[in-house]
């Protein structure tokens, strides 16, 4: 593979870690990577995190778990996942091979749950960081329940922080009345970066049988119906914190991707484009580098947060 003049400019730097571009796969639309290795080169993806991973396997919830929606989707897969100890015996060392930065997904019913997946993780070699979900709506216990609650989020960080070999990511909920005080909560509590937004709580409902079109009742609505809503909160935690944030919410292409650079996420996670377009990522690469080619930006963290506020914001 040729590299093209411009490839030093995509790179960026989250905790750390360096990454050679910051278009990453999101967590539950990009397996264990392995999947997408005969449909992308892994070799050019700046990263990809894992499904959620837990210290036992989940088989999740019963079916009906995915819903179309215009301009996105409901889901409430419920963290199945082959747990954290098949996934460093058995998936970690085929998918090391690449060359691409991992990032375990992290989740736990409980405190301790979420401590045992992270202590099981440690002895994964090939990890880079590891992304701390407590914003997954579709489970009655975690999650969420955590996520929402400023207090217990900062507890959870506080302890995963410290049972961590690794720079760790907090992934924050949507469905909150104000995003930025609870990030300033888990960045006080030790959190290395942030990478927000999860999806947002929705419902379907079947007008034939009158019942939720998902088993589980509601789902978490993605893809490019909440973009919008993610972008305004990456301003607003970009505003709040000084970490670096991972933008993720309904990316679909180049400018998409660039619309949360501006707002101030140092990198991009894509989800759901992925389901129908696999090669969505290897595009928005692409994209990014014409983009600096393009306006002779040497460095693309120069437009991170660059965003030009003018007037009255109010009303
Ligand atoms: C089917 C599905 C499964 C998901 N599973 C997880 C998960 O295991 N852990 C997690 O942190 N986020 C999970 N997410 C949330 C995504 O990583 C992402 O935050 C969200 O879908 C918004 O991005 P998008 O609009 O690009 O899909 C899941 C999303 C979908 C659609």
Do not use: W
């Not at 996105?72 to 419920?78: F, P, S, T």
């Not at 049972?163 to 009345?177: C, G, M, Q």
């Not at 992925?274 to 930006?297: A, F, H």
């Amino acid at each position: 593979m040729t590299e093209s003049p411009h490839t030093e400019a995509l790179e960026v730097d989250i905790a750390g870690v360096r990454f050679r571009n910051p278009v990453i796969g999101a967590s539950g639309t990009f397996g264990y990577g392995l999947e997408f290795a005969e449909l992308i080169d892994l070799n050019r993806l700046g990263g990809f995190c894992t499904k959620g991973l837990s210290a036992r396997p989940l088989a999740g919830n019963p079916p009906p778990r995915i819903v179309e929606t215009h301009g996105g989707m409901l889901n409430a897969i419920g963290l199945q996942n082959v747990g954290a100890r098949s996934f460093v015996e058995d998936k970690l060392p085929l998918i090391r091979r690449y060359d691409t930065r991992i990032i375990a997904n992290v989740f736990g019913y409980s405190d301790d749950d979420y401590l045992e997946a992270i202590r099981m993780l440690n002895d994964g070699e090939g990890i880079s960081l590891y992304e701390l979900n407590i914003s997954c709506p579709n489970v009655k216990e975690g999650g969420i329940v955590i996520g929402n609650d400023e207090r217990a989020a900062a507890r959870l960080t506080e302890k995963a922080k410290r049972a961590s070999t690794r720079p760790l990511i907090v992934k924050l909920s949507p469905n909150v009345a104000d995003i930025a005080s609870i990030a300033r909560a888990i960045v006080q509590a030790g959190a290395d970066a942030l990478s927000l937004i999860n999806t947002i709580v929705g419902m379907a409902v079947d007008i034939n049988t009158r019942k939720p079109r998902l088993n589980y009742g509601t789902g978490g609505l993605s893809g490019p119906a909440i973009r919008p809503i993610a972008v305004r909160m990456v301003y607003e935690v970009a505003a709040a914190v000084t970490v670096p944030l991972l933008g993720i919410g309904g990316i679909a292409d180049t400018s998409d991707a660039l619309e949360f650079l501006i707002a101030g996420a140092t990198a991009v996670q894509i989800g759901t484009a992925n389901y129908y377009d696999p090669g969505v990522t290897m595009k928005v690469i692409d994209g990014l580098e014409s983009y600096c080619r393009e306006r002779s930006i040497d460095r693309i963290t120069s437009l991170v947060g660059s965003l030009v506020v003018s007037g009255d914001r109010a009303g």
